[in-house]
Each structure stands twice: as C-alpha cells, then as structure tokens.
C-alpha cells in the first residue's frame, strides 16, 4: 500500500487535541463586555478608576459614567462577574468633582463627536476581539530599526517550512521572555527586549516589553497584554526554539503533561506464522494510559492474537493526540501490515489490526523520524525491511 506523503506531511502538524469551544453571547452582551473592557484597560493604564470631572478627557468621564451605569445593572453585574478580574464592579467608589457633568450632559456632549450616537448605552460597538485588535494595531509604531531583524523574521520562516521550529498552543506566561516569538494576529511578534520585572497595582508581576512585528511595527506593550492576546486569540501559538522540536521526548518542557505512551509489543502466540517470525512481528499502538493496564487480559482477545505479550519497547508523549499519533505510525508502516486471520473465542474469524511485520531497529528509526519530522522523506520498504528514501 503506497503512503501519500502530503498526507502523512499534513498530518505531523496536527496532533493537538481540539481548543475548548468558547461561549457564544447575544449581540447587546458583546457590547457590554466590550464595553466594560475598555474601562478595565483604562485601568490597568492608569492604576486608577475612571472619574467623573469636566476638565477630564471626556472618554474617561465616558469610561465613569459607564462603570456607573453598569455597577446599577444586577443583568450586567451578572453577566461581567467572570470578566471582572479586578474587582472594579465592586470597587469603592470616587467622588465626584463639583464640575462633573451628569450623564445626560455627558451624553450630549459626546454626541456632537459622533453623529449623535448614545455611546452610554453601547450602541454600535464592535465585538471585544475586533475593538482590541485594532486598538493594539493603533498603539503599534513603525520599526525604525526593522533592518536589522528582517533576517530574523526570514530565518524564523525558514525553520519553520523546514520543522527545525514548530508551533505549540501557548500555554503559560513565562513563555513570554526576550528572544521568544509567537504567532499572535496572524503575525510572527518576536520580544527582542524586556524592561525589569515589577509588580503592578493587582500585587501581580509585570514587564514591559519591546515587541517587533514581521510588518515592520513594535509595540512596548506589557507583558501581561501580550499574554491576554495570546489567549484570546484562537490561533495564537508560540513558536520553539531552533531545535529538532520533537514531537515527544523523554521528559516534559516546562508546563507540558505527559499524554501518554508509544508501545511495541511482541507475541507469544503459538499461530504458525507468527512462531516463525515472532522477532519481526510487532504490535505497535499508543495510549494515554499505562501499557500494563492496556495489555492485561491479552490471552482472551484477539486484538493481542489470544496470546500473553511481551513489551520490547516504549516511548513517552508529551503534548500530543494520541489517536493522531498512532494513525500516523500506521500508516508509516501500512505496507507491512500482517495479513492474518484467527478464530476468536467464540469461533468467529477475526483480523487483528495494528500487527506488522516490521524489524524492532526500523520502529525505533521511524519513531526517530517522525520526532524531527524527517519522516515525509521516507516510505517502509517491506520488501527490503527499511525506511527507503521517497525520492
């Protein structure tokens, strides 16, 4: 059976189990979400509530008749609790100054900026990733040393087609550190430098940053904001290091649980075929439990051709889908998949799967192969008992 290795290709880039779907919300609550978002960054700016008062900037005075409005509302006060991640909804209330507006001479005045909208009641307001993509493309400026890191950006791109680099979910903040890159926006963002940590007004840790973009922009965002993209965007990734980036290895990176386990197992069958080459039939499958648990009871199924077992190999996975892992290996070795039949207990023909006839030296090199990706350049040659070149 001939292997297609665009398919196998495609298939080493997609062992991550599936993200969590997230809420969906009405069209008014994604207003108000958005909405209450602005004033959390307005404070997390500004280490401060937004106020009421005359000579202030009139969004601030906006941001405070929001919050406002919003504190009165026990549906938004519901809705925004899981949102609230520094208590504002609950904050202590700031005077007011004796020039403050009240709400509806606010509203006036920001009516004239706008064609007379009712910004207090969150009319028209984009969806919070749409809002905060384009306020953090805004806040980002043109790169006026961009020359320098256009090689980088090149090499990184390089390292990637080739798999010397892939992409992981990201998953933890201290991932955030110079010299990391990400995919954020649909943007490679390389963190070419990081102010000294401190800690911000919530008690928690903090940088600044110097993010350089592959358009040609850097942003001195905080370390924290950066995180907050990568979360919230669906296809934020960060990007390895210049290393074989394996798919599993023998032990976990930083943050990384273990999936689970690539088994070889060999058969103490007494089946004709199989006593003649027991040394070069294997049952090769992966499983995110223990191997002991997976094979106990072996000599009752036919899944392990009604015979004890006897473990010769095993692989550790990090940070894969199992699943997706052990159909890959198959179909690496699809051509030498053991053709054979046996009756099970209950006298029914049955053909074991996941059996090959395949050298234990030749698992061990594919499992090599398919860690740094190599393996699109090799098919399993039955005939001579190696992985051959696909050219």
Known sequence: MAIDHDELADELADFAPAAKKQATYTPREERIIAG?????????????LPRHGEGLDIFERLYAVRLDRLRALEDCRTLLS???????????????????????????????LGGGDDITQLRHVRSAVEKRAAEDIARREKC??????????????????????????FELKAE???????????????VADMDEIFTNAQGRTDARLRVIFDNGTESRMLMRSLQRQLNDDE??????????????????????AETGTIYVLRSKSDHPFVA??????????????????RISGAEKSSTYLLADVDVVATYKVYGVNCQKLENLIHK??????????ITDRFGH?????????????VINEAVERIRDRSIVNYRYEATSGQLVSAS
């Open 332 to 341: 690496v070795f699809a051509a030498a998949q053991m053709n054979l039949q």
């Open 36 to 48: 209450f978002e602005d004033i959390e960054r307005f404070y997390e700016e500004h280490g401060r």
């Open 276 to 293: 003649e080459h027991r040394g070069v039939v294997h049952k090769i499958g992966v499983t995110s439990g223990s191997v002991e648990a």
């Open 349 to 361: 023909l049955v053909k074991p799967r996941e059996w090959f006839v395949v050298p234990l030296s």
């Open 176 to 190: 955030i550190r110079p010299g990391a890159f990400f995919i954020v926006g649909g943007q490679i963002s390389y």
């Open 82 to 112: 899981s949102f609230d991640k520094h208590g504002l909804l609950d904050h202590v209330e700031v005077q007011r100054d004796e020039d403050a507006l009240d709400p509806d001479e606010l509203m006036a005045e920001l009516a004239g």
């Open 235 to 256: 296809a934020g990734r960060r990007i390895t290091d210049p290393a074989p980036g394996p798919l599993f290895a023998d032990k976990a990176e930083d943050g990384e």
């Open 144 to 169: 006026a040393d961009f020359a320098k890191f256009e090689p980088v950006f090149k090499q990184v791109k390089d390292d990637l087609a080739s798999g010397t680099r892939v992409t992981r979910p």
